[in-house]
Each structure stands twice: as structure tokens, then as C-alpha cells.
């Protein structure tokens, strides 16, 4: 009889350190799925800087300097561009990341940058970038820290900048 309550209590053993095994393994997943939810809820600073190159006579500012998005999210970011000279002209942007790694991330789905733009004399108009920045973003381990990060576009005139590409 004491041989059986021995067998027994050794079955009842096991099932226990099973059990607190499986609630143990049950809370690494779900702190480590929670961690990436909220990795995934923290905004992200983003500083917009515009620059124009010296042979272009334009004005290129962005609404706001600075705006804050989470992973996932699709936003809109406005620009004001004029035209100072006398003259029409045509200019192309381009763009660039800091940190470099974050570029990887950012989907830009429409942007003014992928085509020449033309600006009458003393225009003033407003161009939009849609981008999305994506969730994946937060499981790298090179960005998934980054917590501000830097978009800068530049305005070239198009006609000198397609000689230099040619």
C-alpha cells in the first residue's frame, strides 16, 4: 500500500511541474506578444527637413517640422512649395534617412518626389506624402528601438539634375 501511495504522489508530482512548466512557457509568449504590441503602439518622432539646392528658386517647407506616428499607420505629410523666381520652373526631389536602416521601413505610397514638378511664376502650391511606416519595424533589432527618426527631401532643378544622372 505505502509502495502505491509512493507511485501515486510521484504521478501527481509530475503532473504539477507540468502544469507550472506550461504556465511558465505560457507567460514568456504572451509578455513577449504583448512587448511587440506595445513596441508597436509607441509613436515614432519623425523631424521633416526640406532643403532646396541654391540653383532653384524655391520655397519648400513642410506644414509641421515635426509629427509622430505609430508602426502601421498610414500618414499624411503636407508640404508648401513656391515658385520666388519670375520665371516657370521645373524641380525634382529627393529624399534621404537618418538612421539609414529605418529607410527599409517607410512605404512611401504616393509622393511628389517620384516625379518633375512645375511651378508658374510666384506659384504657391501644396504637395502631400503618404507614407506608411511598417510594424515590422519593431522586431528589428537594428530600429526596433529608434524612437525619432529624420526624413529630409531636397529640390533639385530638373533640368540640371537629369544632365548629372544622364
Known amino acids: 500500500m505505502f509502495n502505491f501511495r509512493y507511485k501515486e504522489y510521484k504521478y501527481y508530482l509530475f503532473l504539477i511541474i507540468v502544469f507550472v512548466f506550461f504556465i511558465y512557457v505560457f507567460n514568456l ?7 511587440r504590441k ?8 519623425i523631424n521633416l527637413l ?11 517647407k513642410p506644414v509641421k517640422s515635426k509629427i509622430s506616428a505609430n508602426p502601421g499607420e ?24 537618418f538612421p539609414n536602416e529605418f529607410g527599409n521601413y517607410i512605404s512611401k505610397i504616393n509622393c511628389f518626389c517620384y516625379d518633375a514638378q512645375t511651378l ?8 502631400t506624402l503618404i507614407l506608411l511606416i511598417d510594424p515590422e519595424v519593431t522586431k528589428n ?6 524612437k525619432e ?3 529630409q527631401f531636397t529640390f533639385f532643378d530638373y533640368k ?4 548629372k544622372k544622364s
Not at 540640371?160 to 544632365?163: F, G, H, I, L, P
Request: net charge positive; charged share 25%; no cysteine.
Open 50 to 60: 526640406t532643403n532646396v539646392h541654391p540653383n532653384l528658386s524655391w520655397s519648400f
Open 74 to 97: 498610414v500618414i499624411n505629410v503636407e508640404y508648401i512649395v513656391e515658385n520666388l523666381s519670375d520665371l516657370p520652373s521645373t524641380g525634382i526631389a529627393t529624399f534621404a534617412y
Open 38 to 45: 506595445k513596441l508597436a503602439l509607441t509613436p515614432i518622432s
Open 120 to 127: 508658374k511664376s510666384k506659384q504657391k502650391d501644396k504637395y
Open 160 to 163: 540640371e539634375y537629369k544632365e
Open 149 to 151: 527618426v529624420t526624413i
Open 141 to 146: 533589432s537594428k530600429t526596433k528601438d529608434v
Open 29 to 35: 509568449i504572451s509578455n513577449n506578444f504583448e512587448k
